[in-house]
């Protein structure tokens, strides 16, 4: 059992609320030094921002934003000012948790770091959230303090009113007297960051419900270290010169690795765009000679299609997260643009990716090996390794992992005998590749046969009808369960049932004939969470109710 640190926390909510010692994951640091060289006293603060500053780096641009230009100094001297207003006239203490609800914009990252920087605890949330989900995570994590964007009060009033501990509301880029950005200019832009412990908590980043209702995640101030020095610094290896863009939310730990920790570890620029479509999305690569692009599959897909109408040939590196990546949409962005996107399998727990490849490591269709400080193994339901070929739940440790904040059932559940589950059934080949199956919750048991519905997903993505499609268990009389897609079809594609003989038979001749969805519903849309992640378990419960079965 690892000895943890003195805390530099004055409230000692969120070490007490870890689950205990011997129920985590087992950590991993040997096999990267960097990670072996932290410093038992870190801010993740002093790590990614001031450093920069005090090795005479503080004019280049960190942020661009619309016509804003944002330096390293720039965004330092306004997080030190917002940390003074925080430690000031708002009375936080080292350890009390700090909500910041905006969207992808430099004031967000300004107040992420000046949690940091004044010891408290960072716990970020979704601009879409509404004021029934934001209580739920003030009064989980016990949450006394928010910033807001001003765009965003009408469901943070309702949130005050009705949490138990929420009591003060700061808003920003108001014009307000007594908004946060009045406060800052009257505050120094010099602060002394707290001096946290390596392992003090930094942040608690709640999941985004694909699964259910949200959990929080608890990471350190290392954790945040750590994703830079594995992930960062060994699979995607950016430079100062780069300029990195994405579509995830900073509030989500996706974002904040690819648009906030990994560019600033490497001295890096980044452009950010609060409402992002396919054509703005492609116009900032353009405009912005972006060559580090983070985004989700089925914006890969959609952008595949509108390329040619563009100049993006600045783009070096892609990286695909949030779900699997289809082998028919890895080949229609190469072929797009050249890019060997690189897939990375990551979760809220874990903090970010820790199974990915790059380059020519890459083999398309799989997700990838173990990322540089994690392994990987795939098991048994008794938690013994299973051949090279075959089917299993997939386990990973390394230098991150999961610790949920009071929740013991679900801690047990995530962590078993030191190794993390993410709930993935994979095949790990004889080479280390792991190939994605299912989330376990997605295989479809129909006839005794196991089916794959993402496998089906990804072969339906092949047919040119095809824009977006979800396959899930539907109770059958015959067969217990059987496999159904939903498909959003493409502009023009005629429904009916002719199509949907189609689609069935290029899933016969493309894969095992008893894998064919029986059933296909054409929908205009599929539910994802804010992230863009494909929220299968909504269409499962529907299609449960429907056959009043029990779940498979």
Same mark, same amino acid.
């Given at each position: 059992?690892?000895?943890?640190?003195?805390?530099?926390?004055?409230?000692?909510?969120?070490?007490?609320?870890?689950?205990?010692?011997?129920?985590?994951?087992?950590?991993?640091?040997?096999?990267?030094?960097?990670?072996?060289?932290?410093?038992?006293?870190?801010?993740?603060?002093?790590?990614?921002?001031?450093?920069?500053?005090?090795?005479?780096?503080?004019?280049?641009?960190?942020?661009?934003?619309?016509?804003?230009?944002?330096?390293?100094?720039?965004?330092?001297?306004?997080?030190?000012?917002?940390?003074?207003?925080?430690?000031?006239?708002?009375?936080?203490?080292?350890?009390?948790?700090?909500?910041?609800?905006?969207?992808?914009?430099?004031?967000?990252?300004?107040?992420?770091?000046?949690?940091?920087?004044?010891?408290?605890?960072?716990?970020?949330?979704?601009?879409? @959230?509404? +004021?029934?989900?934001?209580?739920?995570? &003030?009064?989980? #994590?016990? %949450?006394?303090? /928010?910033?807001? *964007?001003?765009? $965003?009060?009408?469901?943070?009033?309702?949130?005050?009113?009705?949490?138990?501990?929420?009591?003060?509301?700061?808003?920003?880029?108001?014009?307000?007297?007594?908004? @946060?950005? +009045?406060?800052?200019?009257?505050?120094? &832009?010099?602060? #002394?960051? %707290?001096?946290? /412990?390596?392992? *003090?908590?930094? $942040?608690?980043?709640?999941?985004?419900?694909?699964?259910?209702?949200?959990?929080?995640?608890?990471?350190?101030?290392?954790?945040?270290?750590?994703?830079?020095?594995?992930?960062?610094?060994?699979?995607?290896?950016?430079?100062?010169?780069?300029?990195?863009?994405?579509?995830?939310?900073?509030?989500?730990?996706?974002?904040?690795?690819?648009?906030?920790?990994?560019?600033?570890?490497?001295?890096?620029?980044?452009?950010?765009?609060?409402?992002?479509?396919?054509?703005?999305?492609?116009?900032?690569?353009?405009?912005?000679?972006?060559?580090?692009?983070?985004?989700?599959?089925?914006?890969?897909?959609?952008?595949?299609?509108?390329?040619?109408?563009?100049?993006?040939?600045?783009?070096?590196?892609?990286?695909?997260?949030?779900?699997?990546?289809?082998?028919?949409?890895?080949?229609?962005?190469?072929?797009?643009?050249?890019?060997?996107?690189?897939?990375?399998?990551?979760?809220?727990?874990?903090?970010?990716?820790?199974?990915?490849?790059?380059?020519?490591?890459?083999?398309?269709?799989?997700?990838?090996?173990?990322?540089?400080?994690?392994?990987?193994?795939?098991?048994?339901?008794?938690?013994?390794?299973?051949?090279?070929?075959?089917?299993?739940?997939?386990?990973?440790?390394?230098?991150?992992?999961?610790?949920?904040?009071?929740?013991?059932?679900?801690?047990?559940?995530?962590?078993?005998?030191?190794?993390?589950?993410?709930?993935?059934?994979?095949?790990?080949?004889?080479?280390?590749?792991?190939?994605?199956?299912?989330?376990?919750?997605?295989?479809?048991?129909?006839?005794?046969?196991?089916?794959?519905?993402?496998?089906?997903?990804?072969?339906?993505?092949?047919?040119?009808?095809?824009?977006?499609?979800?396959?899930?268990?539907?109770?059958?009389?015959?067969?217990?369960?059987?496999?159904?897609?939903?498909?959003?079809?493409?502009?023009?594609?005629?429904?009916?049932?002719?199509?949907?003989?189609?689609?069935?038979?290029?899933?016969?001749?493309?894969?095992?004939?008893?894998?064919?969805?029986?059933?296909?519903?054409?929908?205009?849309?599929?539910?994802?969470?804010?992230?863009?992640?494909?929220?299968?378990?909504?269409?499962?419960?529907?299609?449960?109710?429907?056959?009043?079965?029990?779940?498979?």
């Amino acid at each position: 059992m690892r000895k943890l640190s003195p805390s530099a926390h004055v409230d000692t909510f969120a070490r007490d609320q870890l689950p205990p010692q011997d129920t985590w994951p087992r950590l991993t640091l040997a096999s990267v030094p960097e990670l072996v060289a932290y410093p038992a006293r870190m801010n993740a603060a002093s790590e990614l921002l001031d450093s920069w500053i005090a090795t005479g780096h503080a004019n280049r641009p960190c942020y661009y934003f619309g016509s804003e230009v944002w330096s390293y100094a720039k965004l330092q001297h306004a997080a030190n000012q917002i940390a003074n207003v925080l430690t000031g006239e708002v009375g936080v203490q080292p350890g009390e948790r700090v909500l910041i609800r905006g969207f992808n914009n430099p004031m967000f990252v300004a107040c992420w770091f000046a949690i940091m920087k004044a010891g408290a605890i960072a716990v970020p949330t979704m601009p879409l @959230l509404r +004021a029934r989900e934001l209580e739920y995570v &003030t009064d989980k #994590a016990r %949450v006394k303090y /928010a910033l807001c *964007d001003e765009r $965003l009060t009408e469901e943070m009033k309702k949130t005050l009113l009705g949490s138990r501990h929420l009591k003060k509301l700061l808003y920003f880029d108001n014009e307000g007297k007594a908004g @946060l950005n +009045a406060m800052m200019a009257k505050a120094a &832009t010099q602060f #002394a960051n %707290v001096d946290t /412990a390596a392992d *003090d908590v930094a $942040l608690i980043a709640f999941t985004s419900g694909t699964t259910g209702s949200p959990k929080g995640c608890m990471h350190f101030h290392r954790d945040i270290l750590a994703i830079c020095d594995t992930f960062s610094r060994y699979v995607l290896k950016p430079t100062a010169d780069d300029i990195f863009a994405g579509t995830p939310p900073i509030a989500f730990t996706f974002g904040l690795g690819a648009l906030v920790t990994f560019p600033m570890h490497a001295g890096a620029a980044t452009v950010l765009v609060e409402k992002v479509t396919p054509e703005i999305l492609l116009e900032t690569i353009q405009k912005f000679r972006v060559s580090i692009l983070f985004t989700a599959p089925t914006m890969f897909r959609t952008l595949a299609d509108m390329v040619p109408k563009y100049d993006i040939r600045s783009l070096t590196k892609s990286v695909s997260a949030g779900e699997t990546l289809p082998l028919a949409t890895y080949q229609a962005w190469e072929k797009a643009t050249g890019n060997k996107t690189i897939d990375g399998l990551g979760s809220t727990e874990m903090l970010h990716i820790f199974c990915t490849t790059a380059g020519d490591d890459i083999r398309p269709g799989a997700t990838g090996k173990a990322c540089p400080g994690f392994e990987l193994r795939v098991v048994d339901n008794r938690g013994n390794d299973v051949p090279p070929g075959t089917v299993g739940r997939l386990a990973v440790r390394g230098p991150t992992g999961c610790r949920y904040l009071d929740d013991p059932a679900n801690q047990a559940k995530y962590v078993q005998d030191g190794w993390n589950f993410p709930g993935d059934a994979y095949v790990m080949d004889a080479d280390g590749y792991c190939w994605y199956q299912a989330r376990t919750d997605d295989m479809i048991i129909s006839a005794g046969y196991n089916i794959s519905g993402p496998e089906i997903e990804g072969v339906l993505l092949e047919h040119e009808a095809v824009k977006e499609c979800a396959v899930v268990a539907s109770p059958d009389p015959e067969r217990t369960f059987i496999a159904k897609a939903f498909v959003v079809m493409r502009e023009g594609a005629a429904k009916g049932d002719a199509l949907v003989k189609e689609l069935q038979d290029h899933v016969k001749n493309t894969i095992a004939p008893y894998k064919y969805p029986r059933a296909i519903e054409f929908v205009d849309s599929l539910p994802r969470t804010e992230t863009g992640k494909l929220q299968r378990f909504k269409l499962r419960q529907q299609e449960l109710e429907r056959g009043k079965k029990p779940s498979p």
